[in-house]
């Protein structure tokens, strides 16, 4: 079976120039990337996501339509 599943996270390279990447799929349960350059560092996130997914399921999901203020962002 087959599930897509949406995940925010967040990319920021660190003091030392490393990229690092977490995905918080729920409270408890997150998941780390690391790399020398953006495309890597979510690959390994990437890795890391389907590794927890496997171990602890899926997170439950809701999904929305907003509408944004352009000027608010």
Known sequence: ?????HVPYVLEQDE???WC???VLRPGASAF???DDPESAL??????IA???EES?????LTMTVTVNPEAA
């Open 51 to 53: 590794a927890l997914i």
């Open 57 to 61: 399921g899926p997170p439950q999901e």
């Open 43 to 48: 690959a390994d996130l990437k890795e890391g």
């Open 1 to 5: 079976m087959s599930r897509t599943v």
């Open 21 to 23: 990447g977490e995905a």
């Open 16 to 18: 030392d120039g490393v």
């Open 33 to 35: 990337g690391y790399g």
